[in-house]
């Protein structure tokens, strides 16, 4: 099973794989990923309350999709620059 630490632990030896884990550059890091994951985590919880109909919780993960895939982009276009 995938759990958050196995999911960071690959994220951390795709993206920082020379970065030891005693650092702070490792530690912020694994913070940010855990605070992103936290949430999408409370995203989740407030679109599944009986109150929030299919339509809007599609929306809302439409909406962060876009803000997803506009950040990449971005980061993609910064890199080329």
Same mark, same amino acid.
């Given at each position: 099973m995938n759990t958050?630490?196995?999911l960071w632990?690959?994220?951390?030896?795709?993206v920082?794989?020379?970065v030891?884990?005693?650092t702070i550059q490792y530690? @912020? =890091?694994? *913070?940010?990923?855990?605070?992103?994951?936290? +949430?999408?985590?409370q995203v989740v919880a407030v679109i599944g309350e009986p109150d929030?109909?299919?339509?809007q919780a599609v929306g809302v993960? @439409? =909406?962060? *999709?876009?803000e997803c895939v506009s950040?990449? +982009?971005n980061m993609e276009h910064a890199d080329k620059n």
């Open positions: 958050i630490e196995n632990l690959k994220f951390a030896m795709m920082i794989p020379n030891k884990t005693d530690r @912020e =890091m694994k *913070k940010a990923f855990f605070s992103g994951v936290w +949430s999408m985590f929030v109909t299919q339509e993960l @439409e =909406m962060i *999709k876009h950040f990449q +982009s």
